[in-house]
């Protein structure tokens, strides 16, 4: 109790202290003190325990209140010498505003980058900065922040262009030159230096302090008490449930309290959870740390004195402040820099900046938050301090690699993550190469930290343990910095960068020779590998690494002799790396077609092998640009060309080729997948730049410098097929009879690879250096490839495409001059076409083709051809011309070797039988002898002028085979194989070759004699064209006839098939039948000509029109509906819907007390009815449930997910169509009925019924009295009118199944639409199945206006169904509940219109929904008609309600909403004016009923007009309902949208046009109504309620309005904080489409209760806005969320698009999105049909993975 009192006491003595505290006295002390720090310190040990720390919560409001008086304050009057307000606005006045914007992210906050002008992809503008800049005319992108960064305008480096807004230009008189300290008087600026070096000091040693117990020299307090606090810290280890259910143990708090404690613990970093005495902190560490440490380390806890954390909090505050005060002035900003790097008298690191950076790792996150800040807003903003700090981190950059490789927070709370602000900065990142060596440091700082090596001292990833995989992530941010001092090239080059580049690039060399070789494969024999082995670690490495090869080779090619030292250097390396291989590799001599080569014994399959060369491809890359940057023909004198060995160079990656090969051939199968995954990433565009590409590229660049034939024996020799080639006799393709099957297809695959490199090494030009083009040619080619497979979107194309370091593709610039762009519709998304022209580059043998890209393109390809009837044949392309470094490679065409390879596949395929060639061995040997003829045309083109030619293809196609053999030569094995029946899919192709030569051959005929004349060569082209034709006829011709034999048996089978089936074909087609059609063709059969649904002349349905039959969807069986039948029912869905409400703040009202009878007009809650419209026997439907539930029970024994229905809730799906359904409709026949011709009028007809429920109620209060203790005195007894009798009890006409299924559908609504239990008894039964009547009537009305249709007439089948037997069964469903209950019901409807003194709480006029009072009235009457034998008929009943309600409905209009005073509108010709005097006459009846509730109108044509506005979607509705419940056909004008709609509604009605003569026709009658409507007690109060009245006609709801900018929500939602969690920010935020309130998802803090289950903000927001249907748009991921109860969920395509017409779900891409209107309406219509649900039932149906997300806590 003591301490509660002292605790009381405190704040008061506080206060008084606060009150005589002076911070000016204060300052002027100080300003005398002779020892300024001692003084404050004092100051600060006296106030600061007094204001922090006073009890368990580390921030109550008066800490905020009294630091900057008592703290603050005094500090600020010391520093300006003045009042602090005053003094520092002169400091702004002065302050030159800076250029710069310095706005620091915050997570989740728009960033907008330019594609075009960014120096860099980090290279960002905040949103204000953008808007205001030139940038967003450009191609921009934008991405949300994960905070920490800042706004990069008004930074020149930062830009090629436009490097400022509008904010921030920078004025003319240019004073940056100026040194900002020149205004400051000399006083200032020593006052200032002393604050600030004190206070910057404090704050590091409070927040480096590490005693828990004692506090630096001079802070010591005056009073020490004996409060400690017990504080758990932050790490990124232990989940947030382990965090929560160790606190619930250890300081036994409820879960509430400890999901706040672990919040605010991941927010923070730290956070108090108790707070009392030593040992009572003490007991709860050591629970905490016993809980925590079986897994993993233990949570970090530790006990604290309160003083120590008083200070630290002050600490905070006062960083926090510095950064505040120096947002005045530069000049201030300018000190605190000083301050901060100034050296201590330790010398080296010893300045208070490194301190903080050095001690970085020991401090919680709150800490290492405010200090990097600070950093941001001085350090880096003061362009001269930004060098000496970056020179301080460059120093120090080991150590703080170091220590974040221990530390367990994630990267962004560490200060390594400042490297991108200092190294991306050009001028400052070539500084710290050349002053600090940087790029060294960070390669070997990379290269110590993965210390795994093997014997030959390659990285070693085998096994890695989790903490060394942890290592390896955390070592990855290294690349990232590397990657950054290098993304800007230098433009020129001082010795000493050279120098220090070339030093950096040995490092890199040392790292790449260590993964020159790494994880080398063996092939498995015999048994299947054990173990996986590991190889992401590689690829990762090699991924990460990419970029980083990429732009070094850059930096050589920028200065030439960096290039030369760097190819010296590179060459060595390989050289080094090589001598380590060859040893114990035998020599071997390989002899060929009279050439021969020596070469070693190695066998890709028997030996190891690795994927992993850097080295040779870093080599090959530099050897590329010495061709590129012509190096290699100005200075060879400098360069060790004629050292280079080629066999060497070509040796590794010639085995990585093959063993490609063989992997494709099936050889290394029992490898794995491993295997499998390293092969697909080589080839994958993320790696395969630095790794395939380059292999060709050293592959072709060794083949430049060798003999072709050479170098063809060598690749035969590795792939291992050098024995089938090299015999004498190989083209009898050696007896193969003994030969294994599975080696004879493996040799086919590895002689069709073989052929496939060749092909590339010949073709590959698109290389700069390679071949002779630029590097958007190469761009062009890769994407006219993609689109030969097929039109791609935008995204595919990009994905298609390798990024360059800037995350560019270079496809913009070059798309358009190959493709056409193409919108798309409401679905699908925008697609490139390829333009016609381009198609004549497509070579099938692309090299980045997979195989299946291949087959794609092949056939997309040969389909246009066919389409636009050109020969299928695809030629090899003509390709650009070689460099003059790799200008020897075409002689591959025409050496000896590979003719002879050609010439031997030519001859194996002359025969037809045995599996020893293969169909695309033959096309690829086509190929390579159509690309020798091409090359040749080129050459003999390009060298008309000059006649050398050395190239001769022809020639040497035309040759026979040497003397012994005599083979035929190529030539004249193709004019054989042209005729072969067998090749008929190659004859195109040999034809073409075959036409291909004659041309040539007359080329060089012309170019040998005299001037070249046309005719000759065109007759000869002629001639072959003519064959060709003659040819292409007969093969059209027999393909037609074989066309034609096809179609007819297929139509005989067709015929079979219909026969057999006949009821199926029989049923479809009745469904397609609408079931409006067939009512219309028939004339009425009653007497009465005009179509009429309602009263005694309504239109009756004949004996044929009324029957129908159905079949039913699971038994396929035929049957009439009929009352006395097996039930045949419909597949329902109830749900609870506010689709249509006018408030969505109503309070959901108790389900057990509610009494639904009155429907509001708010329709704030209804219950809607769909269907799929299938039907089922109700015996075959509950028989398929029962399976359903039995499955499910099954299912939940063995798994426990939801699946898309929930069984417990009786859900199922549709048998047929799979559509959700949670009950089944009966299907009833009309009702007949007798038609008597006198009917009694409304007066009498009124006084009949009023007497009959004078009768029932009197019987009724009897019935209950009797039960009760004695009968009332006084009750008179009504006699009963004529032929009413009380006592009758009339037959249940239906059947029992059908008794069973009204029962069951009826129970469903009142379940679902109530929220309880279901239960037949209850009275509210039937008021809920009537209410769904009306009220699905009513969305359907609405819906149909919305979409601008046809009240009859455009209602889909289902639908049309559905609200058939939705009305029928209404009629219908009193006779399965209790007749009393209905009765009574009856006579409370009643009261409402007619008022009944002995009927209490009748509602008012104003709070009655007309058209659930007319359905529930038309419905409910037949109870007590039943009693009735007097010959009444329900047909004047019925529009005897009608009028009444009509009547009523008018009133509540006139009521409630006419407009203020109106403008003057024309007054309506005469056709109206009866309706207007009527209008007005009734308006002023009213008026005299109500007096002040209504203001005066005089013009009745506005009167009148509101009304009928006002009154139309209930005439429509009304229309539909005694349409669907009467069976009458619909008159033709409802059928379409026109201007008779009014008459003809009323006409249909039996009303009036003009409805005002409802009233006055019958007034007597009407005058007492209007009175007891006017004088009810709600009338006057609700029209004089601040509360908006609902006005007619009611407006339809539309989803929110969504800006038409994506940003501008982004933008929105980094705004809004979590409700919960004190201005945290959001990390989810996701808005309501419906109503749109912006929450918070998927995060701990805003989970709340629901039905005993916790659920997160949106679930619990569906709940209250859409009666447990939602559909959010997710800010941050640019996905639109369905969600329906708490189980079912799915995501949607937002309606955001981007220029390409693609959505970008995740907002990966960043391009601008923009808002589609129609994508948004097709949402709209999801919503305001019901179909939510059923979306969502589709779509988990389709998509597993939908069902295992936890939908609850989104």
Known sequence: MAAAENDREAPSALYNEFLNFSAKDTAAKWLLASNLSKEVYQHLACYVPKIYCLGPNLNPQNEDLLAPLLLQSPLEWYLCGEEPSVGLAKLEQNNQPSQLCGHVFKVGEPTYSCRECAADPTCVLCMQCFLGSVHKE???????????????????????????????????????????????????????????????????????????????????????????????????????????????????????????????????????????????????????????????????????????????????????????????????????????????????????????????????????????????????????????????????YQRLQTDFMEDDHERVVSVTSLSVQLFTAPTVARMLITEENLMTTIIRTFVDHLRHRDLQGCFQFERYTAQQAFKFRRVQSLIGDLKYVLISRPTEWTDQLREKYLEGFDAFLELLKCMQGMDPVVRQVGQHIEMEPEWEAAFTLQMKLTHIISMMQEWCASDEKVLIEAYKKCLSALTHCHSGFTDGEQPITLYMCGHSVDTIRYCVSQEKVSIHLPVSRLLAGLHALLSTTEVAYRFPEQLPLSELSPPMLIEHPLRCLVLCAQVHAGMWRRNGFSLVNQIYYYHNVKCRVEMFDKDLIMLQAGASMMDPNHFLMIVLSRFELYHIFSSADCRKRYSRENAHKDVVQQNNTLIEEMLHLVIMIVGERYTAGVGQVENSDETRREIVHQLCIRPMAHSELVKALPENENKETGMERVIDSVALFKKPGVTGRGLYKLRPECAKMFNLYFHHYSRADQSKAE??????????????????????????????????????????????????????????????????????????????????????????????????????????????????????????????????????????????????????????????????????????????????????????????????????????????????????????????????????????????????????????????????????????????????????????????????????????????????????????????????????????????????????????????????????????????????????????????????????????????????????????????????????????????????????????????????????????????????????????????????????????????????????????????????????????????????????????????????????????????????????????????????????????????????????????EMRMEQEGGGAEREEEENVCMLYNTLRTHLGSGLHEVSSGWHLWRCVKVGILPYLRAAALFFHYLNGAPAPPELHTLGAGEWEALCGYLCLPSNLLQLYYNNRELMEPLLHGWCSHPGVLPGLQSSVALIRFPRESNHLIELPGDYSALINQASSFTCPKSGGDKSRAPTLCLVCGAMLCSQSYCCQTELEGEDVGACTAHTFACGAGVGIFLRVRESQVLFLAGKTKGCFYAPPYLDDYGETDQGLRRGNPLHLCQERYRKVQKLWRQHSITEEIGHAQEANQTLVGIDWQHL
């Not at 007894?1277 to 249940?1292: A, M, S, V």
Request: proline content about 5%; aromatic content about 6%.
């Open 859 to 1460: 056939e997309a390809q040969r389909k246009i051809k066919r389409q636009n009837g050109e020969d299928s044949v695809l030629p090899p392309p003509v390709l650009p011309r070689f460099c003059p470094l790799f200008a020897s490679l075409v002689n591959i065409l025409q050496c000896d070797v590979l003719l002879g390879i050609l010439g031997a596949v030519l001859q194996w395929a002359m025969e037809h039988s045995g599996g020893h060639w293969s169909e695309s061995m033959l096309q690829r040997v086509l190929h390579l002898i159509g690309m020798g003829l091409v090359e040749e045309q080129q050459h003999l083109i390009s060298s008309a002028d000059d006649n050398d030619t050395n190239f001769n293809f022809t020639l040497k196609i035309s040759r026979p085979g040497e003397a012994p053999a005599n083979t035929p030569s190529i030539l004249a094995l193709l004019e054989t194989l042209q005729n072969a029946p067998h090749l008929e899919v190659h004859k195109d192709m040999i034809r073409w070759i075959l036409k291909t030569v004659a041309n040539i051959k007359t080329m060089r005929e012309y170019t040998a004699s005299a001037p070249p004349s046309d005719s000759s060569g065109h007759s000869q082209e002629e001639t072959v064209r003519d064959k060709d034709k003659a040819e292409r006829k007969r093969k059209a011709e027999m393909a037609r006839l074989r066309r034609e034999k096809i179609m007819a048996q297929m139509s005989e089978m067709q015929r079979h098939f219909i026969n057999e089936n006949k009821e199926l074909f029989q049923q479809s087609l009745e469904e397609l039948d609408p079931s409006t059609s067939s009512t219309l063709e028939h004339s009425p059969s009653s007497c009465d000509s005009a179509l009429v649904c309602v009263g005694p002349h309504r239109w009756h349905a004949g004996s044929s029109e009324r029957r129908q039959m159905v079949t039913c969807i699971l038994c396929q069986e035929e049957q009439e509906i009929r009352t006395d039948g097996k039930a045949m029912v419909l597949a329902a869905f109830v749900q609870r819907s506010t689709v249509m409400s006018k408030n969505r703040k109503r309070p959901p009202h108790n389900p057990d007390k509610y009494d639904p009878l009155f429907m509001h007009p708010d329709l704030s809650f209804g219950t809607h009815t769909g269907s799929c419209g299938h039907i089922m026997h109700s015996h075959c439907w509950q028989r398929y449930f029962e399976a359903v539930q039995a499955k499910e029970q099954r299912r939940q024994q063995r798994l426990r997910v939801h699946t898309s229905y929930d069984v417990e809730n009786g859900e199922f799906l549709c048998p047929l169509c799979e559509c959700l359904s949670n009950t089944v409709i009966p299907l009833l026949p009309l009702t007949k009925t007798s038609c008597s011709s006198e009917q009694p009028d409304l007066s009498q007809w009124l006084s009949i019924t009023s007497q009959q429920m004078k009768t029932l109620l009197s019987a009724h209060r009897k019935a209950a009295d009797a039960e009760g203790v004695d009968a009332m005195d006084g009750v008179n007894d009504c006699p009963p009118p004529d032929g009413f009798k009380l006592d009758y009890t009339p037959k249940n006409p239906y059947s029992s199944t059908i008794k069973e299924m009204l029962t069951t559908f009826g129970t469903a609504t009142y379940k679902v639409g109530l929220k309880v239990h279901p239960n037949e008894q209850d009275p509210r039964v039937p008021i809920m199945c009537w209410g769904s009547c009306a009220y699905t009537i009513q969305c359907i009305e609405r819906l149909l206006v919305d979409e601008e249709k046809p009240l009859f007439g455009s209602l889909p089948c289902r639908q049309d169904d559905c609200l058939s037997s939705l009305t029928r069964f209404g009629s219908a469903c009193w006779t399965v509940s209790s007749h009393t209950t209905v009765q009574n019901h009856f006579i409370r409807l009643l009261a409402a219109l007619v008022p009944d003194p002995r009927v209490e709480n009748t509602p008012c006029v104003l709070d009655i929904d007309m058209f659930h009072l007319l359905v529930s009235l038309v419905l409910s009457h037949p109870a007590i008609l039943c009693l009735d034998s007097s010959g009444l008929s329900a047909d004047a009943a019925q529009l005897h309600f009608l009028h009444l309600v009509t009547v009523a409905h008018i009133v509540q209009i006139l009521l409630t909403s006419v407009p203020e």
């Open 138 to 396: 450009h191609r921009y992108r934008m991405t949300t922040s994960g905070g920490g960064g800042f706004c990069d305008c008004g930074d020149t480096e930062a830009w090629k262009k436009g490097p400022y807004c509008q904010k921030h230009e920078p004025n003319n008189s240019d004073s940056s030159q100026k040194d900002p300290l020149a205004n400051m008087t000399e006083e200032m600026i020593a006052r200032t230096y002393n604050v600030f070096s004190i206070i910057l000091k404090y704050a590091v040693d409070m927040l480096t302090w590490d005693k828990e117990d004692e506090l630096p020299e001079g802070l010591e307090p005056p009073l020490r008490g004996d409060a400690y606090y017990c504080m758990l810290f932050n790490d990124e280890v232990h989940t947030y449930e382990q965090v929560i259910y160790t606190l619930q143990k250890a300081v036994n708090c409820t879960q509430k309290e400890a999901v706040s404690f672990a919040t605010t613990v991941d927010r923070d970093g730290r956070k108090s959870v108790r707070f009392g005495d030593f040992q009572f902190c003490e007991q709860a560490k050591s629970v905490i740390v016993r809980n925590t440490s079986r897994q993993t380390k233990p949570l970090r806890v530790e006990v604290m004195h309160s003083s120590v954390v008083a200070h630290q909090c002050f600490a905070l505050k006062a960083l926090t402040w510095l950064g505040q005060i120096i947002r005045y002035s530069d000049a201030l900003r300018r000190i605190l820099c000083q301050v901060g790097l100034q050296r201590g008298p330790e010398g080296e690191n010893s300045s208070l900046v490194d301190t903080l950076m050095l001690c970085d790792s020991k401090m919680w996150k709150g800490a290492r938050n405010v200090y990097h800040q600070l950093f941001m807003s001085s350090l880096l903003m003061d362009s001269k301090y930004k060098k000496l700090f970056a020179i301080q981190f460059a120093k120090n």
